[in-house]
């Protein structure tokens, strides 16, 4: 799929058909993220692949049952946890190195925009689930030390038409020299 359009036509998929997502589709995404840029080349993303449905259940549900993702989640075959490194990104000799923020999640974005615009262009639908309850995920997940988790992230095959939702204008956001 031309660039242009994938990036114009993707958008976030809530509702899924029984489409099984294969391996091969999984690993052409992840091939995706895996090539995003990072901070001094940290490559701080980690991606845990969920195909298990018990523990898929386990994790939306107890999590956030009013999250309009909630329904494709439990029917996804395959739900992507994208996390990263705390330590990696945005350290020079483990010093933090400015105040800008937590460079993990901006380059966790990165490799998550590059995945799910892959996704796209192969014909699979995903949307990113931001507003769950983090602590209980990392439990239930059994994920600790440094690796922080982000996002969930169900993928499968759109079932219904998706229409694009409004933007700002381009001069709403777009500021030359100066932002007012
Ligand atoms: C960081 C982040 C968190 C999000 N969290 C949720 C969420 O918890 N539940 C949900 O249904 N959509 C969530 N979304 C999807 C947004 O609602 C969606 O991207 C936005 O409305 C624009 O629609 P589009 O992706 O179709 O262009 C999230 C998106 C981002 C980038």
Same mark, same amino acid.
């Given at each position: 799929m031309e660039l242009t359009k994938a990036i114009k036509d993707r958008r976030s998929v809530r509702k899924f058909t029984d489409y099984y997502v294969t391996d091969e589709e999984l690993n052409e995404a992840m091939e995706a993220a895996r090539v995003a840029p990072s901070w001094a080349n940290t490559q701080c993303s980690e991606f845990l692949a969920l195909r298990d449905k018990e523990k898929i259940k386990e994790l939306v549900e107890n999590c956030y049952?009013? &999250?309009?993702s909630t329904a494709c989640s439990l029917d996804a075959s395959l739900v992507i946890v994208a996390c990263y490194n705390?330590?990696?990104?945005?350290?020079?000799k483990e010093t933090s190195? &400015?105040?800008?923020?937590t460079w993990g999640m901006f380059d966790l974005g990165l490799a998550c925009q590059n995945m799910m615009l892959k996704l796209h262009d192969l014909g699979l639908g995903s949307v990113v689930v931001g507003a769950y309850d983090s602590k209980k995920a990392s439990e239930i997940l059994d994920i600790k030390g440094d690796i922080q988790i982000a996002a969930i992230i169900p993928v499968g095959k759109p079932a219904v038409e998706t229409r694009p939702v409004p933007r700002k204008e381009l001069s709403e956001l777009l500021h030359i020299d100066k932002i007012k």
């Open positions: 049952p009013k &999250n309009p705390r330590k990696k990104s945005g350290f020079y190195f &400015n105040d800008v923020g």
